[in-house]
């Protein structure tokens, strides 16, 4: 099972930019997908981005435009660039990996984004 560390959340001012990084423990250029999902302050945990072993990018509705998923297999990372954020945006942000068989979760790293 992969280990995955986040890192780059922080308080930022509505318009402004930030990038979260998420570190592997191993080789993610075998895994299935990854992805960067969020829990906003009483709601549900909800998906913002994938990225599929072949590159395929999929996005929320409410960030289509706004962020962008990547990933660096040979840095094993994966990264989330959010640009024009929006206080709605605010919340913990979390790495996640899909092995198929196995489901992996970072600890998470916190978004604020000010008015």
């Known amino acids: 099972q992969v280990q995955l560390v986040e890192s780059g959340g922080r308080l930022v001012q509505a318009g402004g930019s930030l990038r979260l990084s998420c570190a592997a423990s191993?080789?993610?250029?075998?895994?299935?997908?990854m992805a960067w999902y969020r829990r906003a302050p009483g709601k549900q945990r909800e998906r913002v981005a994938l990225i599929t072993r072949g590159g395929t990018t999929n996005y929320a509705d409410s960030v289509k435009g706004r962020f962008t998923i990547s990933r660096d297999n040979a840095k094993n990372a994966v990264y989330l660039q959010m640009n024009s954020l929006k206080p709605e945006d605010t919340g913990v942000y979390y790495c996640?990996?899909?092995?198929?068989?196995?489901?992996?979760w970072g600890q998470g790293t916190q978004v604020t984004v000010a008015s």
């Open positions: 996640y990996a899909d092995e198929l068989s196995i489901s992996s």
């Open positions: 191993k080789r993610i250029f075998s895994i299935n997908a």
